[in-house]
């Protein structure tokens, strides 16, 4: 083999190893203490990322300004430097890649994506609270090598009205984390992100409303996909930036790929739905799976604590001891 082949096939061969797409879970922060044990399901559906989900908490006031300080009242292991790290360290140890996904939850609030102060003073006050948060924990992803780390999750009107802010978020965190980065935008306006440019890749919540009927079938699915997938495509060649879905999943539920979000806190009359969850992941896999600007994403939602997570009985997001979790796996293994 002369030298310039040679070249070709090394080049080739990178290629392949960095195209590996992301088959992740998104992993919901641990109550209590938990072991490296909590890596073998993960593994056993043969996922090679997680995303560690980490929430932290505004004040119940009327400010809503985030207390940084990991020891709020609502503060779970997993969500403290302590738990953070230990599940880093264990999630490495068994060979899984990890994301850290940095959310804000402002208790009587709602959505994040609405947040808002009333004025310029306050909006310095939390823009110096959150820019200490996400760097902190920049910070610590670096110290474990985590190879992904996304900026912040569904932020929407702060991105419209504090562009300034962001984009030195992103060079603050750029300045102690060597890492790739992403933001978790929500389906309704990653288009709107004006800082893609500065971050490696699009990240989509990618809970697109598809169907209301109680059991779509896969084609129909497929079908309903097609225009947001153009959506998508189209963008992402404008951005020229490649894309993942931070977020992507379905509850077990009747119309599981509706407005999901519509039933997150009404307690569901009608038996679990496991085909609908089937057919929803069964359809987004074969729409996004293997398209060359398409990286791949976490699944959500997984618990760290298999075994009482989900169920036949189960009509949430996990695919936790479901049928559907027995499908990804088989899906992820290809």
């Known amino acids: 083999m002369n030298l310039n082949l040679f070249a070709l096939f090394i080049l ?6 960095v195209a590996q797409e992301i088959e992740g879970v998104n992993v919901m922060p641990a109550y209590q203490s938990v072991d490296e044990s909590y890596t073998k399901p993960i593994l056993d559906i043969n996922a090679n990322w997680i995303s560690l989900v980490i929430y932290q908490y505004g004040k119940y006031d009327t400010k809503y300004y985030p207390e940084f300080g990991y020891e709020t009242k609502d503060q779970k292991w997993g969500e403290t430097m302590e738990g953070i790290e230990e599940m880093i360290v ?32 306050e909006w310095l ?23 992904l780390f996304c900026i912040a999750t569904e932020m ?3 991105l419209e009205l504090r562009p300034k802010f962001w984009t030195n978020l992103i060079k ?26 500065k971050l490696d890749y699009i990240g989509i919540d990618a809970y697109f409303p598809l169907s209301q009927n109680a059991t779509p079938d896969v084609e129909e699915l497929k079908t309903l996909w097609k225009e947001p997938y153009k959506l998508i495509s189209s963008y992402q060649k404008k951005i020229k930036k490649p894309v993942i879905f931070t977020e992507y999943g379905y509850r077990s539920i009747d119309c599981a790929t509706w407005q999901q979000w519509e039933f997150e806190n009404l307690k569901n009359k009608s038996s679990a739905n496991h085909q609908a969850q089937r057919n929803g992941y069964q359809a987004i896999f074969e729409t996004f799976w293997g398209v060359d600007w398409f990286e791949g994403g976490f699944l959500w939602n997984w618990s760290p604590y298999d075994e009482v997570a989900g ?17 990804i796996g088989q899906w992820y293994a290809k």
């Open 12 to 17: 080739l061969f990178s290629v392949n190893v």
């Open 90 to 121: 264990n999630a490495k140890k068994n060979n899984l890649k990890v994301m850290l996904k940095p959310s804000v939850w402002f208790p009587s609030y709602g959505w994040p994506g609405d947040f808002l102060l009333e004025n310029e003073a």
């Open 125 to 147: 006050i939390w823009e110096q609270q959150f820019n200490k948060y996400i760097v902190c924990l920049a910070e610590l992803a670096e110290k474990h090598s985590v190879e």
């Open 156 to 158: 929407k009107k702060t």
């Open 172 to 197: 603050d965190v750029r300045a102690v984390y060597a890492g790739k980065l992403t933001y978790a935008a929500n389906w309704d306006n990653f288009d709107k992100v004006k800082f893609w440019d």
């Open 311 to 327: 169920g036949p009985n189960n009509d949430g997001y996990t695919p936790q001891n479901k049928p559907t979790e027995t499908y």
